[in-house]
């Protein structure tokens, strides 16, 4: 399997631009993960799918951002209009959920730099 | 709401010795998974080891392994024969029954040659 596959690996933009960054999660896994890293707050989750479905948002910063995810194998996140300090590195993660039955591990994609002018 | 902490910031450990990296959790579930993630200068996120709650038995890949004491809510992961490439930055992560993950802040691990 290829893994998890992000789009694009690295983003220069500048401020108020809209920026759209896409994540393709592991075949057949039926939970995504948004996160964000910075140096200063970590690893964060923005916000998780399960079966395409958005579960949890409320680590979005604020109404700028937005995800979906239109089918299985793809979800978009994104910043509208960006700003520097949303400069960061930006994970999408994938896994399998079957309750605890399978205890399934998250699978990080490379990551997307994104740099905000 | 289930916390993580790793109380280390950084660490260091020279090439072919032990180092024992820290995490406690806190939780009023007694269903859950732990892992330890590695994430070197590369960025990439990769798993190093897991345990289940439900397992009284330390969980163990090569030379990672780890210390669950569940009572005392702790996870510690050791690295035994250090190498270069362990170097990286470590985080411990907690999967509730909800399948959300929470992440600690991380361990820097620097191995001296």
């Known amino acids: 399997d290829a893994g998890v596959i992000q789009s694009p690996r690295h983003e220069v933009t500048e401020m108020g631009q809209e920026v759209t960054l896409r994540c393709k999660p592991i075949?057949?896994?039926?939970?995504l993960f948004w996160y964000r890293q910075t140096m200063m707050r970590g690893l964060e989750l923005l916000i998780y799918?399960?079966?395409?479905?958005?579960?949890?948002d409320s680590g979005m910063p604020e109404d700028r951002f937005s995800a979906k995810m239109p089918n299985a194998s793809f979800s978009t996140l994104k910043i509208q209009p960006s700003e520097p300090r949303d400069s960061a590195v930006y994970f999408c993660?994938?896994?399998?959920?079957?309750?605890?039955?399978?205890?399934?591990?998250?699978?990080f994609g490379p990551g997307t730099r994104l740099l905000v002018l | 709401a289930q916390t993580v902490t790793q109380s280390q910031p950084e660490m260091s450990v020279q090439e072919a010795e032990t180092v024992t990296l820290s995490c406690t959790y806190d939780?009023?579930?007694?269903?859950?998974?732990l892992f330890w993630y590695k994430q070197p200068p590369s960025r990439q996120m990769i798993l190093v080891i897991r345990?289940?709650?439900?397992?009284?038995q330390n969980a163990t890949e090569n030379r990672f392994s780890v210390n669950f004491q569940k009572a005392a809510k702790s996870f510690s992961l050791k690295i035994s024969d250090s190498q270069l490439g362990d170097a990286a930055m470590y985080f411990c992560?907690?999967?509730?029954?909800?399948?959300?993950?929470?992440f600690g802040t991380g361990t820097s691990l620097t191995v001296i040659p």
């Open positions: 992560a907690y999967r509730d029954t909800g399948n959300q993950f929470y």
């Open positions: 939780t009023s579930e007694s269903d859950y998974y």
């Open positions: 799918f399960n079966n395409n479905v958005p579960i949890d």
């Open positions: 993660a994938s896994s399998l959920a079957h309750g605890l039955a399978g205890g399934e591990t998250q699978y």
């Open positions: 345990q289940e709650a439900y397992k009284q």
């Open positions: 075949s057949g896994h039926n939970s």
